[in-house]
């Protein structure tokens, strides 16, 4: 039988010590992992770039399918995925959902693995 992993709430902005700064604990180390484990697609790359240098600052997902040229359900699945990671802010408004990207969540991400790349 498979190992599962522990269910943990990774969608505040990561909060730990910076890596560079000695041994991590495991907990810590499981955050940031989750965190970067969120971000380990391509695709979810793509749909971060598009939302951090939208004009409007934030997207519905079928235009997001389109601008990508991915499926809907493509765009949805990872928009889930990065918004359990507190990567992506999601709001619903009548009939369409606006996504935006969560800067402090990516900058205390940049802090934890170089403190000195948010300077």
Known sequence: MPKS??????SAPVCCA???????????ALAVALR??????????K?????LS??????????LAA??????????????QLRKAGLVISDRRGMHVFHRAHPE??????????PQCCR
């Not at 970067?36 to 790359?45: G, H, Q, S």
């Not at 969540?105 to 170089?114: E, F, K, S, T, W």
């Open 105 to 114: 969540a990516l900058q205390a991400l940049c802090a934890v693995l170089d």
């Open 36 to 45: 970067l484990k969120a971000l380990a697609d391509p695709a979810r790359v």
């Open 5 to 10: 992993l522990p269910v943990i709430d990774i």
């Open 67 to 80: 601008v990508l040229e991915l499926s809907d359900g493509t765009v949805s699945h990872h928009l889930t």
């Open 47 to 51: 749909i971060m770039s598009f939302l």
């Open 18 to 28: 910076p890596v560079a700064a000695g041994p991590i604990s495991d907990e810590d």
């Open 54 to 63: 939208s004009s409007a600052g934030e997207e519905i997902s079928g235009e």
